[in-house]
Each structure stands twice: as structure tokens, then as C-alpha cells.
């Protein structure tokens, strides 16, 4: 059974950073690209950043370029997001979700979701 | 970047009762379209992708159709369990994979 679990969320202040986690199991970790997916409290979903199996490649959506980073360490099947000038608008629910095509366009494993909440 | 508007936000609907949900891209998508479910409290369910194929563990009553800019989910039969949050999500210009607003699905 796929299974994605974040962690790392917590309260920051504006400027501030944090570090998420994603543990997969149940597949082969290194052959999938991972996504990260964010939703603002009462709002709609919103794409954050997508990592290769390979870490070859990555992609950021604009509102965290320069700021965020994405990383990947198959050996322990961990997903990481590097959060750095964090600002209020980033306030939101972390979600990790396991790519289901070769670019992680689409995701049917999600994991249950990390809450990150910037504030003063 | 692709804009994807859903249509109506709020759809209330009896049990029992037919319910369909619009999207539309500011752009043909092709196929490659997704629509995902989200109950409280829940992560998103992948529903549908590529445009009319349902995901595993969704039964018939879901389906998926359209091409180009205007796609369509119906539920034929709404049951208590599908009163959710509905979005789809484009993926043909990737990235990024934009997202519609959202459609509440709620009991009438």
C-alpha cells in the first residue's frame, strides 16, 4: 500500500524558514516523481513544486521561486521542501503526493497533509 | 499560464439526484485533465484523469468527459459520500498544473 507521510510543519515568522518531510512507502521510490501541493486555509489547491526520480529535474511554481527548495534522498525514500523568506501568503496545509505519470503531473497518493502557519 | 474556472461554486443537490460540474481552460488542454475529491478534513482524491478515466475505487456513477476547453464531471446518482469538494486540474502545460476554484457539492 502507497503511503505518504508529512512532517515538519509548524509556526514561523515572517523571514523564517522551515524544513518539511515526506516518508513514502509501499513503492519504488526512486522511479516516481514527487509533488508538492499547498492549500491555504478555506481556499483552493495550488501547485508548489515537483521533483524528478532522479533529482535531475525540478519545477517551481512562481510565487516560491528563489525561495523554496525541493529535494529528494531515495536511499531513506524522503521527500524534503527547504522553506526559506517565508512570508504570511505562505500559510497553508503541505500536502506530498506521489506522481502517477513519468512527469508527476497528476497525483493519486497523497499524503494527509503538514500545516505550516507564518505569522507575526 | 492556463486559468481553469469551475462552474456553478455551489451545487446543491438531493440524494439520488443527477449532479454535473463544469470546467473550462483558458486554453485547449487537450485531454489532460484531472478532477480530484475533497471531503473535510481529507487530502484531495484523484477522481479522473485524462479527462474521462476514473481512478480506482471511484464507482461507475463518476464520470468524465470533454476535450479542448470544456470538460464535464457528472455523478448520475448522488450518494451521502459524494457530498465533497470538487476540482479539476489541467496538466497539458506543465507546469504548472493549475487548478480549478472549486465546486461544493452539498445536500439539498
Known amino acids: 500500500e502507497v503511503q505518504m507521510l508529512e512532517s515538519g510543519g509548524g509556526f514561523v515568522q515572517p523571514g523564517g524558514s522551515l524544513r518539511l518531510s515526506c516518508a513514502a512507502s509501499g513503492f519504488t521510490f526512486s522511479n516516481y516523481a514527487i509533488t508538492w501541493v499547498r492549500q491555504a486555509p478555506g481556499k483552493g489547491l495550488e501547485w508548489v513544486s515537483t521533483i524528478s526520480g532522479s533529482s535531475d529535474v525540478t519545477y517551481y511554481a512562481d510565487s516560491v521561486k528563489g525561495r523554496f527548495t525541493i529535494s529528494r534522498d531515495n536511499s531513506k525514500n524522503t521527500l524534503f521542501l527547504q522553506m526559506n523568506s517565508l512570508r504570511v501568503e505562505d500559510t497553508a496545509i503541505y500536502y506530498c503526493?506521489?506522481?502517477?505519470?513519468?512527469?508527476?503531473?497528476?497525483?493519486?497518493?497523497w499524503g494527509q497533509g503538514t500545516l505550516v502557519t507564518v505569522s507575526s | 499560464e492556463i486559468v481553469m474556472t469551475q462552474s456553478p461554486a455551489t451545487l446543491s443537490v438531493s440524494p439520488g439526484e443527477r449532479a454535473t460540474l463544469s470546467c473550462r481552460a483558458s486554453?485547449?488542454?487537450?485531454?489532460?485533465l484531472a478532477w480530484y475529491q475533497q471531503k473535510p478534513g481529507q487530502a484531495p482524491r484523484l477522481l479522473i484523469y485524462?479527462?474521462?478515466t476514473r481512478a480506482p475505487g471511484f464507482p461507475a456513477r463518476f464520470s468524465g468527459s470533454g476535450s479542448g476547453t470544456e470538460f464535464t464531471l457528472t455523478i448520475s446518482s448522488l450518494q451521502s459520500e459524494d457530498f465533497a469538494i470538487y476540482y479539476c486540474q489541467q496538466y497539458n502545460a506543465w507546469p504548472p498544473g493549475t487548478f480549478g476554484q472549486g465546486t461544493k457539492v452539498e445536500i439539498k
Open positions: 486554453q485547449s488542454v487537450s485531454s489532460n
Open positions: 503526493a506521489k506522481g502517477d505519470d513519468f512527469w508527476g503531473r497528476y497525483s493519486a497518493h
Open positions: 485524462g479527462a474521462s
